[in-house]
């Protein structure tokens, strides 16, 4: 099992950047492919990108490829989310998860991201 905790949200102006953090707790943290979501205030959680265990391979979401890029640190058990030219759109709540037996089995408790015009 894993806790996950994410830091790093705030409030940003359109065109700005924001590094979110993930902390993961527990064993085997280097053995999940970490994924990252978000929701915004009326609308269903969505998929914002993923990293495999090793770091080599990233996956993202059309509405923010080529903005945001994820890396992990497997030695201090963390995962980031780089968000650069934000949007007001990209506002939402975000969490970071860990997927085992090919879903999303541990969440972390999220963190507030806005972004203003």
């Known amino acids: 099992q894993v806790q996950l905790v994410e830091s790093g949200g705030g409030l940003v102006q359109a065109g700005g950047s924001l590094r979110l953090s993930c902390a993961a707790s527990?064993?085997?943290?280097?053995?999940?492919?970490m994924g990252w979501f978000r929701q915004a205030p009326g609308k269903e959680r969505e998929f914002v990108g993923a990293?495999?265990?090793?770091?080599?391979?990233?996956d993202f979401a059309e509405s923010v490829k080529g903005r945001f890029t994820i890396s992990r640190d497997n030695a201090k058990n963390t995962v980031y989310l780089q968000m650069n030219s934000l949007k007001p759109e990209d506002t939402a709540v975000y969490y970071c998860?860990?997927?085992?037996?090919?879903?999303?089995?541990?969440w972390g408790q999220g963190t507030q991201v806005t972004v203003s015009s």
């Open positions: 998860a860990a997927k085992e037996r090919l879903k999303y089995a541990y």
């Open positions: 527990g064993r085997h943290f280097s053995s999940y492919v």
């Open positions: 990293i495999s265990w090793s770091g080599s391979y990233t």
